[in-house]
T-cell receptor
Framework: SQQGEEDPQALSIQEGENATMNCSYKTSINNLQWYRQNSGRGLVHLILIRSNEREKHSGRLRVTLDTSKKSSSLLITASRAADTASYFCATDADGNQFYFGTGTSLTVIP | NAGVTQTPKFQVLKTGQSMTLQCAQDMNHEYMSWYRQDPGMGLRLIHYSVGAGITDQGEVPNGYNVSRSTTEDFPLRLLSAAPSQTSVYFC????????????FGQGTRLTVV
């Protein structure tokens, strides 16, 4: 399988704290994306980072990409209860296929 | 705009039955794809299409057929359902190949007994 791996599998934090999750992948990529999935729902796109970028911000989200280590991290600052969800990274190597990781389940305790 | 619409939301099939999961998008996206999501496995690509009349296999295509006769629709057919096909199925579309975000439907939860 060419799937990536997210780490940790599950994360529980207090509201207001920062949450960091990591993604490792196996092949060279064109870009990497992060998605959020609320329980029982479809995935929602959060942010895309291209292979020639090292860091990207969007609101309370910060994504880094290290292509030499084939890894990415997603930081959610000042977390809220509404951030409770599963988070997935997806890599695009050839423009045809996204390969999703196994996900990190984030619980933010009010 | 409705985005990506999947039907049905839930389905129970008996082993050996066939069915079609429907997916439609109203964003004029070129690229559409089907994934299955199993516990602990993330999402795995079943089939994808880069435009009307063009389809190709993903990571786990066995037991599934697709066609793309129009830009809007991308149905997934289960030929002879097996318990191993019990899963949640997601359809997604992107504006073009590579480099853009994917829009997902709400999913179809399929149980094969």
């Amino acid at each position: 399988s060419q799937q990536g791996e997210e780490d940790p599998q599950a994360l529980s934090i207090q509201e207001g704290e920062n949450a960091t999750m990591n993604c490792s992948y196996k092949t060279s990529i064109n870009n990497l994306q992060w998605y959020r999935q609320n329980s029982g729902r479809g995935l929602v796109h959060l942010i895309l980072i291209r292979s020639n970028e090292r860091e990207k911000h969007s609101g309370r989200l910060r994504v880094t990409l290290d292509t030499s280590k084939k890894s990415s991290s997603l930081l959610i600052t000042a977390s809220r209860a509404a951030d409770t969800a599963s988070y997935f990274c997806a890599t695009d190597a050839d423009g045809n296929q996204f390969y999703f990781g196994t996900g990190t389940s984030l619980t933010v305790i009010p | 705009n409705a985005g990506v619409t999947q039907t049905p939301k839930f389905q129970v099939l008996k082993t050996g039955q066939s069915m079609t999961l429907q997916c439609a998008q109203d964003m004029n996206h070129e690229y559409m794809s089907w994934y299955r999501q199993d516990p602990g496995m993330g999402l795995r690509l079943i089939h994808y299409s880069v435009g009307a009349g063009i389809t190709d296999q993903g990571e786990v295509p066995n037991g599934y057929n697709v066609s793309r006769s129009t830009t809007e629709d991308f149905p997934l057919r289960l030929l002879s359902a097996a318990p191993s096909q019990t899963s949640v199925y997601f359809c997604a579309s992107t504006q073009r190949r590579g480099g853009t975000e994917a829009f997902f439907g709400q999913g179809t939860r399929l149980t094969v007994v």
